[in-house]
């Protein structure tokens, strides 16, 4: 799905270069870096032209995102929950056992290729920002366009983009808290180490019962794994999470939902706030 933006020159941005209006437009450096090496036209007034290009007062300015690439489409076999879209994202409620993107595994069930098929799309380019892991369910967030993905990427990483979860985990926690740790690779896990990756989260009581607690989690960083293994190296796993030692008496999937999801459009900078209920198989 291409994008195509157009701005009109003011008078204040008289004689300045197409780059220096770019960054005053909220475009990143390195956005506009790709400009030259990637499927973008940059024109004004109607003609092809560089960022190093001088404009002046009430010249139209357009930057277009060319779709080249042309994917294989398939059957609508899964229509997906779609909880909010519009030209330049799509927020969806990913099913638990359904990864977000293809992989070499999976390459026709996945939630990124189910989208392309429900849009019958040939362009659509799957652009997860984030991701759950296959068995985790809830809130995935999708871009449209490269332009979008870069503005959504950097919201990641300046804590404009929140994810809320909900986790079940065995045992008993205080009422909140927040926790710092570092996590490694070890085969398909995540371990606790004294130098691995920096993890931090907030984590806060909902509900508990004899053996388990039911948390809302609050991610501070996004790692890998980051709840699952965070939770299992204080002797907490996810209540059906077998990878981390998780009982799976009363669930065969880690109990864990993405709840919430709050973020910045990435062009008009309206505040998007998106809930969505736990499954069933989690209401304890």
């Known amino acids: 799905m291409n994008k195509k933006l157009s701005y009109q020159i003011t008078h204040s941005q008289n004689g300045l270069t197409v780059k220096t209006v770019l960054l005053s437009l909220g475009f990143s450096r390195h956005e506009i870096s790709r400009f ?16 190093n290009h001088v404009v002046h007062t009430d010249d139209v300015l357009v930057i277009e995102e060319l779709e080249n690439e042309v994917f294989p489409l398939g059957q609508v076999t899964c229509y997906p929950e779609i909880l909010y879209e519009d030209e330049d994202v799509v927020v969806v409620n990913k099913p638990s056992g359904m990864p977000s993107h293809p992989s070499h595994l999976h390459l026709q069930d996945d939630m990124g290729t189910a989208l392309r098929n429900y849009y019958q799309d040939e362009h659509f380019v799957i652009r997860p920002i984030g991701r759950l892991d296959k068995d985790v369910s809830g809130i995935m967030l999708y871009a449209k366009n490269q332009l979008a993905a870069a503005r959504l990427t950097k919201m990641r990483h300046t804590d404009e983009l929140k994810k809320t979860y909900i986790a079940i985990i065995q045992g008993q926690l205080p009422d909140s808290g927040e926790l710092s740790f570092h996590l490694s690779k070890d085969n398909h896990r995540r371990v606790h180490t004294q130098d691995g990756q920096a993890c931090k989260m907030e984590y806060k009581t909902l509900k508990r019962s ?75």
């Open 210 to 284: 004899e053996n388990t607690t039911m948390i809302e989690v609050h991610l501070i960083t996004g790692r890998t794994h980051q709840i699952r293994a965070g939770f299992a190296g204080l002797g907490h796993p996810l209540v059906g999470d077998q990878l981390y030692g998780g009982s799976i008496e009363h669930l065969d999937r880690p109990a864990l939902h993405c709840v919430r999801l709050q973020f910045k459009q990435p062009f008009c900078h309206q505040v998007i706030d998106v809930h969505v209920d736990i499954p069933k198989e989690m209401m304890v």
């Open 36 to 51: 030259k090496f990637s499927n973008y036209k940059l024109c004004l007034n109607n003609n092809f032209i560089r960022v």
